[in-house]
């Protein structure tokens, strides 16, 4: 990574015996960090062989989970041991990503009658000011709470005092954790790990001006200002006290010593693993399935015919209107528009989940039967309703710009704002099954401390446009000149106060592509994303843990 250099070593003498590793998004798909830890999951199980031991909340109840086996045999003394002397309501088993890692489900709702005392005890201890919570911050503290406990029960009933044993924590959700953990079990190594600093991605999102005045900003001052004093003070004391602190990126590496008062120890950067990807026999089928469904559905919803080769392309990830450069996604795509040089039909699709209401039942039917719609839809922009919809911001966009989706406009524009796991009730494809189908990618953001979705883009071999602002960004420029979507990946320099610089930036990288041939760029794409694949990042984790290791003496 950019202006570090570390010595890696990969024997088992730095290796723990166990390593935990706990987060809110283990077997609960909500965003990147889920990615994160379901594809370095297979690469960890060929370290530690069951002895990386992931925990996460029991969120479902009596409900299946869509991603987990439960297996009473796995540390089966353990779990009744737990269950009776410890009175941790658990789920043991499976996580059903490649390497199947055991994993811990603890139900943490049990332990909510201890929140008041916690929050005095952490507050008299550490200093971390639990008293203007809101939101998820509960939830969120007394589940890391729970973790601490799920860690101690299994390290007292399996004796590992003799053990190296380390425990990674992920995001300020997981603070309470660290912090537990070091009073109760000082010999286990801590790791805490910022995937973006709280305080961060709320000063960007309230429309402040982050990378311009970063050196003025002072974090606990700018937590006060926007209300985010709890999150922002957990996380402030589990990177104090955690042995060793990391973060993904440079870019957010800085942004952790300027607010947070602590560099990290070394930044960790976000890997992929190549067995998500379908073979290519498997791929060339699965992308023809993905733009045939693509087509069918803009088809109904348009009602007119789509050219079979026309240029699909998208953009993805949270619903953070600026910071994931949602809004010059959209206005780029009017540049595009309206600029009189697109030669072929194009389709952007923004797949991005909102306030969803439902799947609409027009879109629906005329799919399921496939109907022939010769005049476009009723709002011919969205392929679901929402709640609201007067409201959304990506609506609004749309028709504020001028789009109209009618049959004579080389760019239609889509929204597709639910969330896609095979459920949605128009495609009911999972995300991977409809990125195989784009041509391109946009990822134009201003806040992305790594950035997961255009590194899947080119591990799919799709060509993607990112920004500076992005860790995979910056990582990217190390490998190309980031000037030409031919390389498989164009980095455009964003700063506070481009916006539309960044929009022209785009429109002529699309315009770009929409003429050239696609293979050798696809293997352009794959080339690249070989680079960040698990097996190359994981010896940044493996420098993490001796860091945490070494500071137990």
């Given at each position: 990574m950019t202006n570090r250099t570390y010595e890696f070593m990969n024997d088992d003498k730095t290796t723990p015996d166990y390593l935990f590793e706990s987060s809110?998004?283990?077997?609960?798909?909500?965003?990147?960090?889920?990615?994160?830890?379901s594809t370095k999951a297979h690469t960890l199980q060929k370290i530690f062989n069951d002895r990386v031991i992931f925990i996460g909340p029991d969120l479902w109840g009596d409900e299946p989970i869509a991603d987990f086996t439960e297996d009473k045999l796995l540390f089966a003394e353990w779990q009744r041991h737990a269950d009776t002397e410890n009175h941790l309501s658990l789920k043991?088993?499976?996580?059903?990503?490649?390497?199947?890692?055991?994993?811990?489900?603890?139900?943490?709702?049990?332990?909510?009658?201890?929140?008041?005392?916690?929050?005095?005890?952490?507050?008299?201890?550490?200093?971390?000011?639990?008293?203007?919570?809101?939101?998820?911050?509960?939830e969120s503290c007394i589940f890391a709470y729970a973790v601490g406990k799920v860690i101690e029960?299994?390290?007292g009933f399996y004796k590992l005092d003799d053990k190296k044993v380390v425990a990674l924590f992920n995001e300020w959700m997981l603070g309470m954790g660290v912090l537990y953990i070091k009073e109760r079990i000082p010999a286990v190594s801590t790791i805490f790990t910022t995937h973006a600093t709280s305080i961060g991605r709320s000063i960007a999102g309230n429309n402040k001006a982050l990378y311009a005045y970063m050196d003025h900003y002072n974090g606990d001052q700018m937590a006060q200002e926007l209300n985010m004093e709890a999150k922002h003070s957990v996380e402030k004391q589990a990177a104090r006290y955690a042995d060793c602190f990391t973060t993904v990126s440079e870019i957010t590496a800085r942004e952790c010593t300027q607010l947070l008062d602590k560099t990290p120890d070394i930044v960790t950067p976000n890997g992929f693993?190549?067995?998500?990807?379908?073979p290519h026999n498997i791929y060339?089928?699965?992308?023809?399935?993905?733009?045939?469904?693509?087509?069918?559905?803009?088809?109904?919803?348009?009602?007119?015919?789509?050219?079979?080769?026309?240029?699909?392309?998208?953009?993805?990830?949270?619903?953070?209107?600026?910071?994931?450069?949602?809004?010059?996604?959209?206005?780029?795509?009017?540049?595009?528009?309206?600029?009189?040089?697109?030669?072929?039909?194009?389709?952007?699709?923004?797949?991005?989940?909102?306030?969803?209401?439902?799947?609409?039942?027009?879109?629906?039917?005329?799919?399921?039967?496939?109907?022939?719609?010769?005049v476009p839809m009723q709002m011919p922009f969205t392929t679901h309703w929402?709640?609201?919809?007067?409201?959304?911001?990506?609506?609004?966009?749309?028709?504020?710009?001028?789009?109209?989706?009618?049959?004579?406009?080389k760019l239609k524009i889509i929204f597709v704002p639910c969330y896609l796991d095979g459920k949605d009730g128009i495609f009911n494809k999972t995300y991977y099954d409809m990125l195989i189908g784009m041509d391109a990618t946009v990822y134009p953001s201003y806040y992305e401390p790594w950035g997961y979705t255009p590194l899947e883009s080119i591990a799919f071999g799709i060509p993607t446009i990112t920004t500076n602002l992005a860790g995979f960004g910056i990582w990217a420029l190390e490998n190309v000149s980031g000037q030409h979507i031919e390389e498989g990946v164009a980095v455009i320099e964003r700063t506070d106060f481009n916006y539309f610089d960044v929009a022209d930036a785009i429109c002529e990288h699309i315009l770009t592509l929409a003429g050239k041939e696609a293979e050798p760029i696809r293997k352009q794409c794959r080339a690249l994303a070989a680079k960040a694949e698990w097996s190359e990042f994981i010896a940044y984790y493996r420098k993490a843990f001796a860091i945490a290791c070494e500071a137990k003496g």
């Open positions: 809110w998004e283990v077997c609960n798909k909500v965003g990147g960090i889920y990615t994160v830890l043991v088993g499976r996580w059903n990503v490649p390497g199947t890692p055991p994993v811990v489900l603890v139900d943490f709702k049990p332990f909510m009658v201890d929140r008041d005392s916690l929050y005095y005890h952490i507050w008299h201890n550490y200093r971390v000011d639990s008293l203007h919570a809101y939101g998820d911050y509960d029960s299994f390290y693993e190549r067995n998500f990807v379908p060339i089928s699965k992308r023809k399935e993905a733009r045939m469904s693509l087509i069918r559905v803009a088809e109904k919803l348009l009602g007119c015919e789509i050219d079979p080769d026309a240029l699909l392309v998208s953009t993805s990830g949270r619903y953070e209107y600026r910071n994931k450069g949602i809004d010059v996604f959209i206005e780029a795509m009017n540049r595009i528009r309206t600029s009189g040089r697109l030669q072929k039909e194009m389709i952007a699709f923004i797949t991005i989940p909102a306030w969803v209401r439902a799947a609409r039942a027009d879109l629906k039917e005329a799919v399921e039967k496939d109907i022939k719609i010769t929402l709640h609201r919809m007067d409201e959304d911001k990506v609506i609004n966009h749309i028709q504020h710009a001028g789009f109209t989706n009618a049959a004579h406009e």
